[in-house]
């Protein structure tokens, strides 16, 4: 099987240990280079590195996106390459000329310790979720690549970036990334074409994409007219706004922006630049990203095109073609809900006695939310259908794909689609989900490319999850160690004191945060949402006032800071959690017609009349009215404004009430700004 595969591990190790050694090259024992990157990169060079640290996202995160939403998924696109701009034009360029390392030091030297306190702390929130966020999402790749469990591909990620950061720490880092993008760039890309080249017969990535787009359309109608398609599920990958209408595209896409310039590993990064190679180095970054960027579309629609050629042209699941067995043997692929991973995994479960639905319930709970997500989502029937075979696949063990790809379609299947309402036994569109984050490594197998091309494509998308980590990490230990203390004590410590205090803070961060990301169930999706809002709604209205405003005062500082974390906090809750409840104090602010607002009261007459059980049904009803999703708002919102757009709302009336409380606070001779301070800081800001 290949998560077993030896070769596997060797590309992996080989990969991995490159990286590793650059960032011993890289070594270092100042704890300012530590905390900012050297100054010392070429514009070329430190915007490569810069550039590295997206690698995950352009191979994993996106193109799933994209592949699901299709057009509306470009907010992530634009999102992240307007969001580059922003830090290349007003945050960087400020740093480099403040000397300052990161955005709580400069709002330290703009607004004194408080305001510094204040804005570590939520850039300490924002990166730890991400953290987070990316460790739960890469050790669920990681433990069906490799066939280890969640908790040990968690702690082998986080361990491996640990090891990027003791050397040197952002230096390090930002060294092992430049490599890492080289690597992806070259690999990644260059497998992409070679997709292209099989696929579609023409190597040049753009064209090939413009093929695959003309294909699509015409697959689409295809499928709807054979009756391939469930309506309550599709998504055409050309029609726009169907998972976020027309105004809060725009709307997400700025918030993104926002929370993209302000993100404390991106801030950090830029005093990888030597003295006066910033502004050119951001730029690069962004050309950078913007090259890869443009690839993420082909991995999507490649994907979507080879899904309707399988499904269209079969008659029944056992000739479901090689790329959908292999995937599916890892996980990547799920039939109507099932995979042949999962019943491996339930082979190995027997193994350790578990000989009962209850037992593999228990121990596909200690595996992970997700694989117990999974597991839970299967009706009874195919659960009993699964440990059967389970059984099966135990009493023989070593069976190649082939022979294990029968019976597992014969029994599993079945009773899934049957299960499912499929009862034509054919594969449809709806029967077949390719996990969002296996979507790029499905297309070696797809274009029929050798085994090493899928190693290899693995190992590099490893690599770029540990040098994404490695930065959260460094970028989290710096902060607490070098803004804290000088927060707290009004000084950093002593140069080898500080070092070995952030070289310890880094291994607690990296096992802490392990033990969480394989403990702790949470959707990967969700908490870098939430990640990425906090930063907007927190970090940048201060950033934008210390800028902008040469008059604020760090009362006004501190205000802008509460004010949109109160109101960003206030209304992503409210819509998403407490919606009900968010509703009946605001409907006057919905944008939702009379017809659901008389839906609405109707169900709402209902749920006052019922009692018991009703009570609570009646209750969900109202619930399932009034909330959404993330991207598209249900009763409960403001002028039709999604719960992930807060930050829209959230960021001006921020800076209004900042600049409202520096008015009041100079007013009455508070501002604690010196005036050498003012006459540096709009200095830099020119």
Same mark, same amino acid.
């Given at each position: 099987?290949?998560?077993?595969?030896?070769?596997?591990?060797?590309?992996?190790?080989?990969?991995?240990?490159?990286?590793?050694?650059?960032?011993?090259?890289?070594?270092?024992?100042?704890?300012?280079?530590?905390?900012?990157?050297?100054?010392?990169?070429?514009?070329?060079?430190?915007?490569?590195?810069? !550039?590295?640290?997206?690698?995950?996202?352009?191979?994993?995160?996106?193109?799933?996106?994209?592949?699901?939403?299709?057009?509306?998924?470009?907010?992530?696109?634009?999102?992240?390459?307007?969001?580059?701009?922003?830090?290349?034009?007003?945050?960087?360029?400020?740093?480099?000329?403040?000397?300052? !390392?990161?955005?709580?030091?400069?709002?330290? @030297?703009?607004?004194?310790?408080?305001?510094?306190?204040?804005?570590?702390?939520?850039?300490?929130?924002?990166?730890?979720?991400?953290?987070?966020?990316?460790?739960?999402?890469?050790?669920?790749?990681?433990?069906?690549?490799?066939?280890?469990?969640?908790?040990? !591909?968690?702690?082998?990620? *986080?361990?491996?970036?640990?090891?990027?950061?003791?050397?040197?720490?952002?230096?390090?880092?930002?060294?092992?990334?430049?490599?890492?993008?080289?690597?992806? +760039?070259?690999?990644?890309?260059?497998?992409?074409?070679?997709?292209?080249?099989?696929?579609?017969?023409?190597?040049?990535?753009?064209?090939?994409?413009?093929?695959?787009?003309?294909?699509?359309?015409?697959?689409?109608?295809?499928?709807?007219?054979?009756?391939?398609?469930?309506?309550?599920?599709?998504?055409?990958?050309?029609?726009?706004?169907?998972?976020?209408?027309?105004?809060?595209?725009?709307?997400?896409?700025?918030?993104?922006? +926002?929370?993209?310039?302000?993100?404390?590993?991106?801030?950090?990064?830029?005093?990888?630049?030597?003295?006066?190679?910033?502004?050119?180095?951001?730029?690069?970054?962004?050309?950078?990203?913007?090259?890869?960027?443009?690839?993420?579309?082909?991995?999507?629609?490649?994907?979507?095109?080879?899904?309707?050629?399988?499904?269209?042209?079969?008659?029944?699941?056992?000739?479901?073609?090689?790329?959908?067995?292999?995937?599916?043997?890892?996980?990547?692929?799920?039939?109507?809900?099932?995979?042949?991973?999962?019943?491996?995994?339930?082979?190995?479960?027997?193994?350790?006695?578990?000989?009962?639905?209850?037992?593999?319930?228990?121990?596909?709970?200690?595996?992970?939310?997700?694989?117990?997500?999974?597991?839970?989502?299967?009706?009874?029937?195919?659960?009993?259908?699964?440990?059967?075979?389970?059984?099966?696949?135990?009493?023989?063990?070593?069976?190649?794909?082939?022979?294990?790809?029968?019976?597992?379609?014969?029994?599993?299947?079945?009773?899934?689609?049957?299960?499912?309402?499929?009862?034509?036994?054919?594969?449809?569109?709806?029967?077949?989900?390719?996990?969002?984050? @296996?979507?790029?490594?499905?297309?070696?197998?797809?274009?029929?490319?050798?085994?090493?091309? @899928?190693?290899?494509? *693995?190992?590099?998308?490893? +690599?770029?999850?540990?040098?994404?980590?490695?930065?959260?990490?460094?970028?989290?230990?710096?902060?607490?160690?070098?803004?804290?203390?000088?927060?707290?004590?009004?000084?950093?410590?002593?140069?080898?004191?500080?070092?070995?205090?952030?070289?310890?803070?880094?291994?607690?961060?990296?096992?802490?945060?392990?033990?969480?990301?394989?403990?702790?169930?949470?959707?990967?999706?969700?908490?870098?949402?939430?990640?990425?809002?906090?930063?907007?709604?927190?970090?940048?209205?201060?950033?934008?006032?210390?800028?902008?405003?040469?008059?604020?005062?760090? @009362?006004?500082?501190?205000?802008?800071?509460?004010?949109?974390?109160?109101?960003?906090?206030?209304?992503?809750?409210?819509?998403?959690?407490?919606?009900?409840?968010?509703?009946?104090?605001?409907?006057?602010?919905?944008?939702?017609?009379?017809?659901?607002?008389?839906?609405?009261?109707?169900?709402?007459?209902?749920?006052? !009349?019922?009692?018991?059980?009703?009570?609570?049904?009646?209750?969900?009803?109202?619930?399932?009215?009034?909330?959404?999703?993330?991207?598209?708002?249900?009763?409960?919102?403001?002028?039709?404004?999604?719960?992930?757009?807060?930050?829209?709302?959230?960021?001006?009336?921020?800076?209004?009430?900042?600049?409202?409380?520096?008015?009041?606070?100079?007013?009455?001779?508070?501002?604690?700004?010196?005036?050498?301070?003012?006459?540096?800081?709009?200095?830099?800001?020119?």
């Amino acid at each position: 099987m290949l998560i077993i595969d030896p070769m596997m591990w060797l590309v992996a190790g080989v990969v991995l240990l490159v990286p590793a050694a650059v960032a011993i090259l890289a070594r270092s024992g100042d704890p300012k280079i530590h905390a900012a990157g050297g100054a010392d990169m070429g514009a070329v060079s430190g915007g490569l590195a810069i !550039a590295g640290l997206f690698a995950l996202a352009v191979a994993v995160l996106l193109p799933g996106l994209v592949h699901q939403h299709g057009f509306d998924a470009l907010i992530a696109l634009v999102g992240v390459a307007g969001g580059l701009l922003l830090l290349a034009v007003v945050i960087g360029p400020v740093l480099a000329q403040t000397g300052t !390392a990161s955005v709580p030091d400069l709002i330290g @030297f703009r607004f004194g310790r408080l305001a510094r306190v204040l804005v570590l702390i939520v850039s300490i929130v924002a990166t730890a979720g991400l953290l987070f966020g990316v460790l739960v999402a890469v050790s669920g790749l990681a433990s069906r690549l490799y066939g280890v469990t969640v908790g040990t !591909a968690a702690l082998g990620v *986080a361990g491996a970036s640990v090891l990027l950061v003791l050397p040197g720490g952002f230096k390090s880092v930002l060294a092992s990334s430049r490599l890492v993008a080289l690597l992806a +760039g070259v690999v990644l890309l260059g497998v992409l074409a070679l997709v292209c080249w099989v696929l579609l017969g023409n190597p040049l990535v753009p064209i090939a994409y413009g093929q695959a787009v003309a294909a699509i359309g015409p697959a689409e109608v295809a499928l709807i007219e054979s009756g391939a398609v469930d309506f309550g599920l599709f998504k055409p990958f050309l029609r726009e706004f169907l998972t976020v209408d027309r105004l809060n595209w725009g709307l997400l896409t700025v918030c993104l922006m +926002g929370a993209v310039a302000v993100l404390p590993p991106l801030v950090q990064a830029t005093g990888t630049f030597a003295a006066g190679q910033t502004r050119r180095g951001l730029a690069w970054a962004v050309t950078f990203v913007v090259i890869a960027l443009t690839a993420v579309p082909a991995v999507a629609a490649l994907a979507r095109l080879e899904t309707y050629r399988a499904v269209s042209a079969l008659e029944s699941f056992a000739g479901l073609p090689e790329w959908v067995r292999r995937a599916s043997d890892v996980g990547g692929v799920h039939l109507h809900g099932t995979s042949l991973h999962l019943v491996d995994a339930v082979a190995r479960d027997v193994g350790r006695g578990a000989t009962s639905i209850e037992a593999i319930s228990a121990t596909m709970a200690d595996r992970g939310a997700r694989a117990e997500a999974i597991w839970q989502r299967l009706d009874p029937a195919v659960q009993a259908a699964v440990l059967d075979l389970g059984q099966r696949f135990h009493a023989a063990p070593g069976q190649s794909l082939d022979a294990r790809w029968t019976p597992y379609v014969d029994t599993v299947v079945t009773a899934a689609a049957a299960a499912g309402g499929n009862t034509t036994g054919r594969p449809d569109l709806a029967s077949l989900d390719i996990d969002p984050q @296996f979507l790029f490594l499905a297309l070696p197998r797809a274009a029929g490319l050798p085994d090493f091309v @899928f190693a290899l494509t *693995a190992a590099v998308v490893m +690599g770029a999850a540990v040098v994404l980590a490695a930065a959260l990490v460094s970028a989290l230990s710096s902060m607490l160690v070098r803004d804290g203390t000088g927060a707290i004590f009004g000084r950093e410590p002593r140069n080898g004191a500080e070092v070995a205090l952030i070289r310890g803070v880094s291994v607690a961060i990296g096992v802490g945060f392990a033990l969480a990301a394989a403990l702790l169930p949470a959707s990967a999706d969700v908490v870098l949402v939430v990640s990425l809002s906090i930063a907007a709604v927190g970090v940048l209205p201060a950033v934008l006032l210390a800028v902008w405003v040469p008059r604020a005062t760090a @009362f006004g500082l501190v205000a802008t800071v509460i004010g949109g974390l109160a109101l960003g906090t206030y209304y992503l809750a409210g819509t998403a959690i407490y919606s009900v409840s968010f509703y009946e104090a605001w409907a006057g602010f919905s944008s939702a017609g009379p017809d659901a607002f008389a839906e609405y009261e109707e169900a709402r007459a209902l749920w006052v !009349a019922a009692e018991g059980d009703d009570r609570a049904a009646a209750y969900a009803d109202l619930a399932a009215r009034t909330t959404g999703s993330l991207w598209s708002p249900g009763l409960a919102n403001w002028f039709g404004i999604a719960p992930a757009a807060a930050p829209v709302l959230a960021v001006p009336f921020a800076l209004l009430t900042g600049l409202l409380a520096s008015v009041v606070s100079s007013a009455r001779g508070r501002s604690i700004q010196s005036s050498a301070e003012r006459a540096t800081f709009d200095a830099a800001g020119s």
